[in-house]
């Protein structure tokens, strides 16, 4: 029970701050129970998924009801290629799971490829937030999309700092604009994903009494990020975006020294 509800806890925590800065809780959630070491690394990723994907209907609920506009196609054609996206990027972290010997290698990878892409984002936000390149074909959205879907799967983060960076690099959206885009994409994702493992290995491999904590903990975090979110400035945002990165970097580079203590 005790696990539970430090799971409850920290979804709470991350994925209020994941609805805020669009990051989806997950990039959060993911080494922070890496670090904890309560389930396999297989166990934490459908967690994970399942925490942002919850958080993902909540926050782009409410994030509608706070009136913000949406361009139509750019979210249909990203929702698009994150579908595919997302069933890519499990089956390679499946695939990747039954080839390497320890678990651990796999989750390196995860921390190596992670620490990538936060430092893509906290650059981006910090030094090149307004450059873009202002693309607009449909083609350009869905094969965003399916990259951030492959990614974030793969990862086990649900989003990630670089859905929102990404976003506002190629079409040129304001950041609170592509917090929503973001955590659109990570519904599509993670539903893939879910989709995925379901008609595949199944859930029974799961505990899955942990999910009596995990869903409403995420359903809370979301509902008060979205909330929080309608009521800061983009300038707010982007400062807490980029905090976010620095403390989950130091985390993920942390859990990489401890694998090979």
Request: with cysteine.
């Amino acid at each position: 029970m005790y696990v539970g509800i430090i799971y409850f806890i920290v979804i709470i925590l991350a994925n209020t701050v994941g609805a805020i800065s669009g990051m989806g809780g997950g990039v959060i959630i993911k080494p922070v129970l890496d670090t904890l070491h309560f389930h396999p690394l297989a166990a934490i990723s459908f967690y994970s998924s399942v925490a942002v994907f919850t958080m993902s209907i909540v926050s782009t609920l409410k994030q509608m009801k706070n009136g913000l506009k949406l361009q139509i196609p750019i979210a249909a054609f990203v929702s698009i290629g994150s579908i595919v996206g997302g069933i890519i990027g499990n089956t390679v972290f499946e695939s990747l799971l039954r080839l390497l010997s320890d678990e651990k290698y796999v989750q390196l990878i995860q921390i190596i490829l992670t620490i990538i892409t936060l430092l893509f984002a906290f650059f981006y936000t910090k030094v090149g937030g307004e450059r873009s390149f202002d693309l607009s074909h449909p083609i350009w959205y869905v094969t965003v999309g399916l990259f951030l879907g492959f990614i974030s799967t793969l990862l086990g983060i649900g989003g990630g700092p670089i859905n929102v960076a990404l976003l506002m690099l190629c079409f040129g959206v304001a950041i609170k604009e592509a917090t929503v885009y973001s955590i659109i994409t990570i519904f599509f994702s993670q539903a893939a994903k879910l989709v995925t493992i379901g008609q595949s290995t199944g859930f029974d491999r799961f505990d899955l009494d942990i999910l009596w904590y995990v869903i409403p903990a995420a359903i809370v975090g979301g509902f008060v990020g979205a909330l929080i979110s309608g009521k800061i400035s983009s300038k707010r945002v982007t400062q807490v975006y980029q905090v976010v990165i620095f403390l989950v970097l130091l985390l993920n580079l942390w859990n990489g020294i401890q694998l090979f203590i």
